[in-house]
């Protein structure tokens, strides 16, 4: 609007010069003043007009002012959205990163983990070949190498309540102390473990192993699990870290794969967490 009123400003000023110059050469010439004269009236309304609108654009008023305020607030509430959708995609993006990095970590520690047992394995393929080759030790009974353990939970019944051999089970993180049949289904697995590079990993670590339970060794036919560990505490104590409940359909999501570890904290039962870990 400021440039129509100023075009129009010039306009009227234009024509108010050629009126007036017009009515002078009319009075020199003796000619008649009335176009000029009318040329002149409408130069002066167009001048007047456009100082009006000129002053209004440049002078708006309180309406004018709360509109253009409005106007300019909703600009910035959008800009601002806009900024916020950004950073909330790309902390999302951060978070998936991370998460597939500690995948990676894990899945690399699990393979130096079996790496070391085969080594070890290995190692004592030689000892095992002189007692083989020891005529004093092939009179001796041979003990059968230890099998995998699986639970056979179809097999449990009420004179098994209590604590259940696991022969050379492991748990895929930490050290496994026992594990304990409580009757009517529920199996409670009891762990020790040591601290992780972050805190998150430090509580992720006994997803992995619960699941690996679950997967690998039998515990998918129990109707309820429960977990707890421990850990070595700054002045020296033993202290629980973590515990949580997992119900028969967590259990088969994570049978079935549908659950996975680093997500399973979203499907888990009376799950506490030392305070300390959630800093």
Not at 121 to 134: G, L
Not at 197 to 219: A, P, R, V, W
Not at 259 to 274: A, S
Request: aromatic share 6%; proline share 4%.
């Amino acid at each position: 609007m400021v440039g129509v009123f100023s075009f129009l400003l010039v306009v009227s000023i234009i024509a108010l010069v050629v009126a007036v110059v017009r009515l002078v050469i009319s009075a020199v010439k003796k000619e008649s003043k009335k176009p000029s004269a009318v040329m002149a009236a409408v130069s002066v309304v167009l001048l007047l007009v456009s100082f009006v609108g000129v002053g209004l654009t440049y002078h708006p008023t309180p309406e004018q002012i709360a509109e253009r305020e409005r106007i300019a607030a909703e600009k910035a509430a959008e800009k601002k959205a806009r900024e916020r959708q950004k950073a909330e995609e790309k902390a999302e993006q951060e978070r998936i990163a991370a998460e597939k990095a500690e995948q990676e970590r894990i899945a690399e520690e699990a393979a130096r983990k079996e790496a070391e047992e085969a080594a070890h394995a290995e190692s004592r393929k030689p000892i095992q070949s002189e007692t083989s080759a020891n005529p004093s030790a092939e009179s001796e009974p041979s003990s059968s190498p230890a099998q995998d353990f699986a639970l056979d939970f179809n097999s449990l019944t009420t004179s098994d309540i209590g604590k259940l051999d696991t022969g050379n089970l492991e748990l895929k993180f930490g050290e496994l102390l026992d594990v304990t049949y409580g009757g009517d289904g529920v199996v409670v697995v009891k762990a020790k473990i040591t601290p992780n590079l972050t805190n998150k990993m430090t509580i992720q670590q006994n997803y992995h192993s619960i699941c690996e339970l679950i997967t690998d060794h039998g515990f998918d036919s129990c109707r309820e699990l429960q977990y707890w560990a421990v850990a070595d505490m700054a002045d020296g104590s033993e202290g629980k870290v973590i515990s949580f409940t997992l119900d028969s359909d967590t259990i088969l999501g994570v049978a079935n794969q549908t659950i996975l570890p680093i997500n399973l904290d979203g499907y888990l039962q009376d799950l506490w967490i030392l305070p300390s870990l959630l800093g």
